[in-house]
């Protein structure tokens, strides 16, 4: 739980800083080599690699460039006999592709992007908001899953799908390949009569992912994984001789690396997706303990307990009866409130409710106190929460995670949190013991109430485990999401071993699943969580997955900022280390026009399975034009440089 919620938990370590940016070909870990490295067999093409592969084909004097990195190959062109550069053609929009453009205004050079991702390149700023909302194009409930560039790079060529571009002779047919970006082009050339292809980050050597999160692109439901499984099979059906990927080596057996990597993909997706019948009979089997009411829609799942229940019905609700009238609410969300006061005035008529003495929230999604105001404003109740938990409640906009309150766009954007609780502390309610651990899964901000209720071991369980115990094809899993703060080991794998030890007899989870005699499920659960990492690992383009997976390893609170001309804010950049040995982190701040940051660079030795937090200012000149924003943080981990993989929002307000 001390995972991201640093600000908190850990201490500030000043760097030494310094502040001048080096020179794109001396940044540490920018493998420039001395000169641009022929491709074996093939006439006049080069490969450069800084933040990524840069391909150049040469005519003569003039040249075309396969992407461009962060633009240190326009130094190195003159050593073979380049002095114009006629294009660049873009395989995708990520920012290590193109970060080098300012250093492409000398050369005059056209730019050709895919056409599905032309505005990521023009407007890279409307693809990052100050307050995000559900239905957000390119998002994951609000969480942006594309990473354009932080000025605009003007378009002069857009290519479709099937198109063919000819440079001096040579033809290249542009096909759609998207998963790793949802507009991604390979770029094939014919030569000797068979197919090179210029695949940008469509599979790597080896049969691997370049990264997991830029394939994300729903709520678990694997979209980006069968798009770039259809990707991989289009190509291995040119059955290319050779494959130039935007970052690693050249592949140069495609046919047998692409048809092992369609295998894991494969095998990926049908794990990836949820352990119970989500989008069929999920209304049908959430729950087989409770029983009906006299009171519409309400139900009874022990003496003491009770839920929402209807047809196609999936809100966020149950309540722990005392003998007194007083009652516990666990969960409060997708309820309308006129229902909901019906129902709460209904349960004081049929079962003498008095007292509404607490909302307990499991997690920090809101849909789960999407109705807190109401039951604070009507009856006065306190909302309490795992301490880690807090500050993503209070101040969502801190965070660039998935489904947070602002996103469901209801009027109220936070909750204050009343009682806070640490992780394994146990409190007394109206003879009830209940204990409040954290128990992560879907995300890595939740908890587990559980304690005796009526004879039976109950544990609210939120988001992280569903489905109908007695079915012995269900895992129970739910949603895993990397921008849910997710990684397996803080997550479905830690939930998976809690629940394992603590037994229960009935899982209380969210959307009125409550599930009796789980203790089998939980093994299966248990047994997917372990697999599901082992997949991770095989297909990982990361010595384990966790870098890899993890949008979130070096990442920015706030993640959004606003500020006015000519002020100053303060920022804290968050930095993991995975590993258990000392790594060398250094993260560069790239600022557009208008926005300078102090220190422009930090770099510094961090201990093994910690992280660390640096403080940034940033601030905005006079004349900076108001509006979005992006910074971008451009990362080496111990030589290894990523390039602008993370970034900040900055809103310059009037």
């Given amino acids: 739980m001390k995972r991201y919620f640093a600000i908190l938990f850990f201490g500030i370590q000043i760097l030494t800083s310094c ?102 390149f023009e407007q890279p700023a409307s693809f990052r908001k100050s307050k995000t909302s559900l239905g957000d194009a390119y998002s994951v409930y609000g969480a942006s899953y594309v990473r354009p560039p932080i000025q605009s790079i003007p378009v002069d060529l857009e290519f479709s799908r099937m198109d063919t571009f000819t440079w001096h002779g040579y033809e290249f047919l542009c096909m759609e390949t998207p998963g790793n970006s949802p507009g991604s082009m390979s770029y094939l050339l014919k030569e000797n009569g068979k197919w090179l292809a210029f ?29 770039l499984h259809n990707a991989e099979a289009l190509l291995r059906d040119y059955h290319p001789s050779m494959l130039l990927p935007a970052h690693g080596s050249i592949i140069r057996q495609p046919d047998t690396q692409l048809k092992a990597y369609i295998n894991k993909l494969f095998n990926l997706e049908r794990l990836l997706l949820r352990g119970y019948d989500v989008l069929t009979y999920s209304s049908a089997s959430q729950d087989m303990v409770s029983k009906p009411t006299e009171v519409p829609y309400l139900w009874q799942i022990s003496p003491h307990l009770f839920k929402f229940k209807g047809p196609e019905y999936f809100p966020n609700f ?108 146990v409190f007394n309610w109206e003879g009830y013991n209940f204990t409040i651990d954290w128990m992560p899964g879907q995300t890595e901000y939740a908890l587990c109430m559980h304690g005796v209720i009526d004879e039976k071991e109950m544990a609210f369980t939120g988001d992280n485990i569903f489905g109908d115990p007695g079915n012995l094809m269900q895992t129970g899993h739910e949603a895993l999401v990397a921008r849910n703060s997710a990684i397996l080991e803080e997550g479905y794998i830690y939930a998976a071993e809690y629940l394992t030890r603590l037994n229960p007899d009935i899982l209380v ?29 095989e297909v990982s383009n990361d010595a384990d997955y966790l870098c890899w997976f993890d949008p979130y ?44 940051a102090n220190p422009a660079y930090i770099e510094k030795n961090i ?14 000149s006079a004349d900076a034009a108001t509006g979005i924003s992006i910074v971008a943080l451009d990362v080496t981990l111990d030589g290894k440089r990523f390039g602008e993989w993370f970034d900040t929002v900055v809103e310059l307000i009037k």
């Avoid at 699943?513 to 690992?537: C, H, L, N, S």
């Avoid at 390893?553 to 040995?581: L, Q």
């Avoid at 660390?612 to 601030?619: A, N, S, Y």
Wanted: aromatic fraction near 10%; hydrophobic fraction near 40%; proline fraction near 4%.
């Fill in 19 to 120: 502040t001048s940016l080096p020179k794109p070909d001396t940044v540490m870990g920018n493998e420039v080599r001395d000169k641009l490295m022929p491709v074996a067999s093939i006439q006049n093409l080069y490969k450069w690699t800084d933040v990524s592969n840069v391909y150049v084909l040469r005519d003569g004097d003039k040249a075309i460039l396969i992407d461009l990195g962060d633009g240190s190959v326009l130094s190195h062109l003159s050593d073979i006999g380049v002095n114009k550069v006629e294009w660049v053609l873009f395989t995708h929009h990520h920012r290590e592709q193109c970060q080098g453009y300012p250093l492409l205004a000398s050369w005059n050079a056209k730019i050709a992007v895919p056409k599905a991702e032309k505005a990521f």
């Fill in 199 to 227: 695949s940008g980050d469509v599979i790597l050597d080896g049969s691997k992912m370049h990264n997991y999160f830029d394939s994300e692109w729903d709520y678990g439901y694997g979209a980006g994984i069968r798009a």
């Fill in 318 to 425: 149950s309540l722990i009866l005392s003998d007194n009238g007083h009652a516990l609410i666990v969960d409060c969300g997708l309820i309308d409130t006129t229902f909901l006061g019906q129902s709460l005035e209904a349960m004081k008529v049929q079962y003498g409710l008095k007292q509404i003495d607490a909302l307990i929230v499991t997690h920090v999604h809101g849909d789960h106190f999407l109705q807190a105001p109401y039951i604070k404003r009507k009856w006065g109740t306190p909302v309490w929460a795992l301490e880690n938990m807090v500050t993503v409640m209070e101040h969502p906009e801190m965070f660039d995670l998935t489904a947070l309150l602002p996103a469901y766009q209801t009027g109220f954007d936070s909750i204050h949190v009343d009682r806070a609780f640490k992780s394994g502390e």
């Fill in 509 to 537: 989870g969210g959307h009125s699943f409550v599930m009796d005699k789980p203790a089998k499920m939980i093994g299966r659960y248990r047994e997917w969580a372990y697999q599901m990492r082992k997949t991770f690992q």
């Fill in 553 to 596: 390893w070096v990442h920015a609170e706030p993640y959004r900022t606003k500020m006015k001309n000519g002020e100053t804010v303060e920022i804290k950049i968050v930095v993991r280390n995975f590993s258990e040995n000392i790594k060398t982190y250094r993260i560069e701040f790239h600022t557009p026009s208008g926005i300078v």
């Fill in 607 to 620: 201990y093994g399975n910690s992280l660390e937090i640096f403080p940034v200012k940033l601030t905005a």
